[in-house]
């Protein structure tokens, strides 16, 4: 009765602790991914194109989005329906996690008899900790939760069966081991991508607790065979034979695969520290700015993290049969990293990634109580006692980090303040800034300071973006922009491109299609474009943001009357990516420029891949047809 009461009271100081952040704003990728639900609520697309024309991750994310379309259907496209949703979401992870980690802990010897209680702390503490407000309150990261939450009912699932197997209840095991944990990890495949680290979740189960028991050990051969091995082996496989497709978006990054993989210790190190010890000022969303590793001992923390990763590892191989639940935790902490942590060439560093790793943490951390004397030698507290008032203060000081970040993220000028604060080397921080500057505050200077800092800053991409950026700013203002001024910013692009430079261009070539700038002509702002494409030309085309820079030159080449040259663009766009609206440009390209069958044959290839829900696709490819009719 106490554990559940502990339980109820975590949940409901959660959701007064994250009251106040459900009314931000919308931050980042909120609105290119929550745009789709805001059309569909006004009738221009249909619920399919949302959920099934995401771009994001593997599998588009299909059950993420279809969240978000329950969302707004009951409270409208508006951050605090979603984040509501996501608090929602939130309670649903805590008390599904309640009941995996009680199973976990009542498979431990020592500390069995105290499980549903020791739980209760394990889960009240994640709930409460502030490391979770940056998956919480930031609308999208829905998608991290689904995900978490899949993973945890796959475990749940798993644990189930697996004392059924120890009771021989072969009936109630199969099926559960077999057709439930793979619907549940299917679901947080299509949530999240990161829901593949579930049957390797398994396996630390499997070792920390169930390491010596024998019965059915083929049924236990086999799960892990389907689930585990063959899904390693077939991306091992992927991965050898076509690694430029893995690998691709390294040419888009500041950093190697060495050194991403040599940052990463820096950076869970960072993320342990920061759950132990949270250091809410420091946190947040611009943590771009974190430095990669280009050595050893380039930082000497390098070298450091890796070693104490080692050393607490082997600690907790050490101490498995006297605390399976700290090594359980802290394999689960490391392998729930296991996919954003790796050589998939993602951003370094980010708080929401530790949503689900965190739990095993604090389980590990949790799981250390197995190790203490039942008799303190001071006498002045017992154990209970002792344990109740640090798991107290630690929930107290949880507690009232998370409202307070929870204020902070209720407002943007806030967020804002607090990450120029502790991240001013962060672009993320910078852009922020100035489009703060125009929109709330219609202070072009405050753009222009923001624009300044990224300029005078040791990163040569960010001064690339700064200047770009200086030139679109000139053009809003009204101010004289010339050849001259552009080509200052072209001057200065780096051997390949990122998805840093996409968008500073494009809301260059936006603006001046809408309005004009000045004698800065879309034809020179494509030639711009097209210099920088070609001082990328090592760049591998198949780069996201090399084929989508390509797409913008075609579509600025078009624009100022020169058709032969975005053919040229598009055609190479269109190649590299094999995207939709590349090949339906291209297609219009053909047609206006009368190749007819050239028209038709790709006209005949998109109509067989745009879905017919894709009401904005095929109005576009209705566009050349109607071109090739008027020939």
Not at 131 to 140: D, G, K, P, Q, W
Not at 151 to 160: A, E, G, K, M, R
Not at 220 to 225: E, K, L, T, Y
Not at 379 to 404: C, D, H, Y
Request: contains cysteine; glycine residues 6%.
């Amino acid at each position: 009765m106490l554990a559940r009461l502990v339980l109820l009271a975590a949940m409901a100081l959660a959701v007064f602790a994250y009251w106040a952040g459900l009314s931000g704003p919308f931050i980042f990728d909120d609105l290119p991914n929550l745009s789709p639900v805001e059309s569909w609520l006004k009738g221009e697309i249909s619920w399919q194109s949302v959920m099934f024309g995401n771009q994001s991750g593997m599998m588009g994310r299909p059950l993420s989005m279809a969240s978000f379309l329950l969302s707004a259907e009951l409270g409208g496209h508006t951050p605090f329906a979603y984040k509501f949703g996501n608090l929602i979401v939130h309670l649903l992870c805590g008390f599904i996690g309640w009941q995996v980690v009680r199973r976990l802990l009542a498979e431990d010897p020592r500390l069995a008899a105290r499980a549903d209680l020791l739980a209760s702390v394990v889960v009240a503490l994640w709930l409460l900790h502030p490391i979770n407000a940056s998956t919480v309150l930031y609308s999208v990261q829905r998608m991290a939760q689904l995900s978490t939450l899949f993973v945890l009912l796959s475990l749940w699932t798993y644990l189930i069966a697996r004392r059924q197997l120890i009771e021989g209840k072969l009936a109630a095991a199969l099926p559960s081991l077999f057709v439930l944990f793979p619907v549940f990890m299917l679901a947080g495949l299509m949530s999240k991508e990161n829901a593949a680290v579930a049957p390797a979740l398994c396996l630390v189960i499997e070792l920390a607790y169930f390491l010596a028991r024998a019965e059915h050990k083929r049924i236990r051969q086999a799960f892990f065979a389907a689930f585990l091995v063959l899904p390693l082996l077939a991306a091992a496989g992927a991965f050898l034979f076509a690694p430029s497709k893995l690998l691709v978006s390294y040419s888009e990054r500041d950093f190697t695969l060495i050194e991403r993989l040599m940052t990463q210790p820096r950076v869970l190190m960072d993320y342990i520290f920061t759950i132990l010890i949270p250091r809410t000022p420091l946190m947040g969303l611009y943590t771009d700015d974190f430095v990669p590793s280009r050595g050893l001992f380039a930082p000497v923390t390098t070298a450091i993290s890796i070693l104490a990763l080692l050393v607490i590892s082997a600690l907790a191989v050490k101490l498995r049969k006297r605390a399976p639940s700290f090594f359980a935790g802290w394999f689960f902490f490391l392998v729930a990293h296991g996919i954003e942590s790796s050589i998939i060439p993602l951003e370094l560093y980010f708080e929401h990634r530790n949503y689900l790793p965190a739990l095993g943490l604090i389980l590990a951390v949790v799981g250390l109580v197995a190790l203490l004397p039942q008799e303190l030698p001071l006498n002045i507290f017992t154990p209970k006692q002792l344990g109740t008032l640090i798991v107290g203060g630690f929930a107290l000081s949880f507690l009232f980090a998370t409202a307070g970040r929870a204020n902070v993220w209720a407002a943007p000028d806030t967020m804002l303040e607090q990450g120029l604060k502790h991240h001013p080397g962060s672009m993320r921080a910078q852009l922020e800034r100035a489009t703060m500057a125009l929109q709330q505050h219609a202070n072009p200077q405050g753009a222009y300071d923001a624009f300044a800092d990224l300029l005078s800053g040791s990163n040569p991409r960010y001064r690339v973006v700064g200047r770009i950026s200086w030139v679109t700013l000139d053009c809003m203002t009204g101010k004289t922009v010339t050849s001259t001024d552009l080509q200052r910013a072209v001057s200065q692009a780096q051997p390949s491109l990122s998805m840093a430079e996409v968008p500073a261009l494009r809301l260059l070539t936006r603006f001046s299609r809408e309005r004009g700038c000045g004698q800065l002509t879309d034809s020179m702002i494509a030639d711009g474009i097209v210099t920088m494409l070609d001082r990328a030309s090592n760049q591998p085309d198949q780069s996201r943001a090399k084929w989508l820079t390509r797409f913008l030159a075609a579509e600025t080449l078009l624009r100022a009357g020169r058709s032969e040259d975005a053919q040229k663009q598009a055609e190479l766009a269109w190649k590299a990516s094999g995207d939709l609206p590349a090949g339906v440009l291209l297609s219009q390209i053909y047609a206006s420029r009368k190749m007819k069958a050239e028209a038709q044959q790709l006209v005949g290839m998109l109509e067989k891949r745009i879905k017919p829900y894709d009401k904005q696709g095929l109005a576009e490819l209705a566009k050349t047809r109607t071109l090739l009719q008027q020939q």
